[in-house]
């Protein structure tokens, strides 16, 4: 049987290894050339697939996982909501504060071979990071810490990084604003998780609560 601070580990390196793999894509296909090539294997069932896909990183999928974690334990439901304020925090720093003239693919793509998507808006600026992938990965990361199931944890790997994959094909975002979205939401996903969980401990010994420590003892 796996330790707690054991699964935590094993679930930083299987999801932050993603954001590697998107970053390696990046680096040795070359930005723009990934970009492309998603867009040119696009197919009906691809685009309906994908278009789906990427509303699952958008904010209204805390929804379900709060409402059970209101029913589950109320610290779970606070975590939560620690998630999703730090992703809030952390995209619009880099968004609104850092990177706002960041360019999207679409202002490198020749317009005459490029597919777009019916109903699909293409924005053209603060292109770093993916607030879509640090949403899904920030989720994942804590659901899966949550649960402790190894098969529910790699059912969320996948789905993460398919919704990282969606951000590429509709032209949305280059290989590195989605690896810096799947690193920044690993570890915004695993601090609120541990912030929760000390929280519940604080708690149980009507204590204050204590900031997440990964530190080996």
């Keep these: 049987m796996i330790s707690s601070k054991g ?39 691809f685009d309906l697939v994908f278009s789906i896909l990427t509303i699952l990183g958008t904010a209204i999928i805390f929804i379900p996982f709060f409402i059970a974690a209101l029913f589950h334990r109320i610290p779970i439901a606070f975590g939560l909501i620690a998630n999703l ?47 879509h992938t640090l949403t899904i990965f920030g989720l994942c990361v804590f659901v899966s810490l949550w649960t402790k199931n190894h098969w529910l944890t790699y059912l969320l790997l996948v789905i993460a990084f398919l919704v990282g ?6 032209i949305q975002h280059f290989p590195n604003d989605v690896a810096f979205g799947a690193l920044f939401g690993t570890i915004i996903g695993a601090y609120s998780f541990k912030l929760a969980e000390n929280w519940t401990k604080s708690n149980r010994n009507n204590l204050r609560i204590k900031l997440p420590n990964f530190s080996r003892n």
């Design 7 to 45: 699964f935590i580990r094993y679930v930083l390196t299987i999801f932050g290894s993603v954001s590697v793999v998107f970053f390696l894509l990046g680096t040795l296909i070359g930005q723009i050339n990934l970009i492309n090539w998603f867009n040119s294997i696009h197919t009906p069932f």
């Design 85 to 131: 304020l730090l992703q809030t925090i952390v995209v619009l720093f880099f968004k609104r504060i850092l990177f706002p003239k960041a360019p999207r693919p679409i202002n490198f793509m020749d317009p005459d071979t490029i597919h777009l998507i019916q109903g699909v808006d293409i924005h053209r600026l603060m292109s770093f990071p993916s607030g």
């Design 165 to 170: 994959v969606s951000r590429m094909y509709l």
